[in-house]
């Protein structure tokens, strides 16, 4: 909103010498238009925050997505324990945040490696930063140490999902999303001291890189540094599927995450009360809007293309591989959805598929065991992602959603050159070598002081049954033969190769 000024003096003037006391009568004048425009300027403070609360809800929906997409993928032995660290990533994750987290992200004034200020919320709220902020940005948070928490589910103990999750939220985490989202980061594109990176810092608007990324990579070391499931490949090498219990969980957590990527992605705009310079009815609402179709189209695309993708490979039309592909686009989507035109975002949603099924094949001929495909979905489609923007970002809409450079570089498809391509090469690299300095060795020490795998007996048996008191179902409880008995049984793909781990 354009700011209105009045000045008591030039309305004098104005009033001219036939009007009694003409001073007196400009200030009373003046202070009218002085309040209206204060009521103005807190009306747009009440929409925006309404706007940026109503996207933070929707985001930490997205951790009921999570929890029955976990809940779904693995088998029901190991329900409960999969379901707790869900609680665990929110409860602990806010805790940490509100700590140090949202300090390192966004304190300022900082430095451009991590911010300095604001430590338990201090000096809250201010003309930067309102409660609204710290609650959105709290839900990015604990999305991340979700994405973890699925690839090394079914065999971690759980005093490591609280190191994790804990150490994942309070530093690994905002240290990245203050290089790329804070005005003081070094390769931020909102950065307000210095030059951007490469005359344009990065554009990963909701945060492919900043959030998938950093969360797929965590995984990834976890689920190398602990090894697969017993029973995941056999004595020769071959994959034996392990699959989840519930499809219709799966298919309702697909649907949550879905729900909530309308707060993840439209959301990051925090402000929907800005008006465009083309006035009208064109605004930063306008934005918004595309952002929620873009993110559409490419969770669409990328769903599609899976499944007839998959039928062509394994000849089944597989509902699971369907619900990852979705979100897979979703992921990719996620760092240029403001920036790209939605024609793009089709495209951004079929490469999207390819490369989670390129990732999981990979992931097979390596022996990598991720029960949720996160370390593949998040991490590698969500570095196609970043790729994704730096081709095809729109000199129109960069300049709308970054306007603090105009002329900065885009999509090198687009016309924009190949620096907006450089930076994201950066981003894809610094992002890589951060998240394996620290959650590598932090998993890895946890495995030599031996808090990190369950034994082999308890994995067998499942930690529902081991760890937590009980299964998360309950069959047959009305007969007393079946009270005291273990009451769940699992039939798993049997192989005429005997396996070597049980």
Request: aromatic share 14%.
């Amino acid at each position: 909103m354009a700011s209105t000024t009045c000045s008591a003096g030039d309305l004098a003037r104005l009033l001219g010498p036939n009007v009694t006391n003409s001073a007196g009568a400009a200030a009373f004048i003046c202070s009218q238009f002085s309040t209206v425009a204060d009521s103005f300027a807190a009306t747009q403070y009440a929409v925006d925050n309404t706007y940026l609360l109503f996207s933070a809800y929707l985001v930490f929906s997205m951790q009921l997505g999570f929890a029955m997409l976990c809940a779904g993928s693995v088998r029901a032995k190991n329900t409960m324990n999969i379901m707790l660290t869900n609680v665990l990533d929110a409860a602990a994750g806010g805790l940490f945040y509100y700590l140090f987290g949202f300090a390192f992200a966004f304190g300022t004034p900082s430095n451009g490696f991590i911010g300095k200020h604001n430590f338990g919320l201090k000096a809250f709220p201010s003309s930067s930063f309102d409660y609204s902020y710290f609650l959105y940005q709290w839900a990015f948070a604990i999305a991340a140490a979700g994405i973890t928490s699925g690839s090394i589910a079914e065999r971690t103990q759980f005093v490591a999902y609280l190191i994790y999750s804990s150490f994942l939220t309070g530093f690994v985490y905002p240290v990245v999303s203050h290089w790329f989202w804070s005005g003081d980061g070094w390769a931020s594109a909102t950065r307000t001291n210095g030059d951007l990176l490469l005359g344009s810092g990065v554009i990963d608007f909701a945060g492919s890189g900043v959030v998938h990324m950093v969360g797929g990579i965590a995984g990834l070391w976890g689920a190398l540094i602990e090894g697969p499931r017993i029973g995941r490949f056999d004595h020769s090498g071959k994959s034996i599927a392990l699959r989840g219990h519930s499809a219709s969980l799966v298919v309702l957590g697909t649907f949550l995450l879905w729900f909530g990527w309308y707060g993840f992605n439209p959301g990051s705009f925090t402000k929907i009360l800005i008006a465009y310079p083309d006035g009208g009815y064109y605004g930063q609402w306008s934005a918004i809007g595309r952002t929620a179709v873009t993110t559409t189209l490419a969770g669409c695309t990328a769903a599609l293309t899976t499944l007839f993708s998959k039928r062509i490979l394994s000849g089944h039309w597989n509902v699971t591989d369907v619900c990852n592909g979705l979100l897979g686009g979703f992921a990719a989507i996620t760092a240029g959805c403001s920036v790209v035109e939605p024609w793009a975002a089709i495209i951004c949603g079929f490469v999207a598929s390819w490369v989670l099924i390129g990732c999981n094949k990979l992931a097979e001929i390596f022996k990598f065991d991720d029960p949720l495909e996160a370390a593949q979905l998040h991490g590698g489609c969500g570095t196609w992602g970043v790729i994704f923007t730096a081709l095809f970002a729109t000199e129109k809409y960069v300049s709308e959603v970054y306007p603090n450079k105009p002329g900065r570089p885009y999509g090198l498809f687009m016309g924009g050159g190949g620096k907006l391509l450089g930076a994201h090469l950066i981003q894809i690299l610094v992002i890589i070598g951060w998240v394996s300095a620290t959650m590598g060795p932090l998993f890895f020490v946890l495995k030599k002081l031996k808090l990190l795998r369950i034994s082999a007996e308890d994995e067998m048996a499942g930690m529902d049954m081991t760890r937590h008191g009980g299964f998360a179902y309950i069959y047959h409880e009305d007969d007393d033969a079946h009270k005291n008995a273990i009451q769940l049984r699992k039939i798993e793909p049997t192989s005429t190769t005997p396996n070597a781990h049980v």
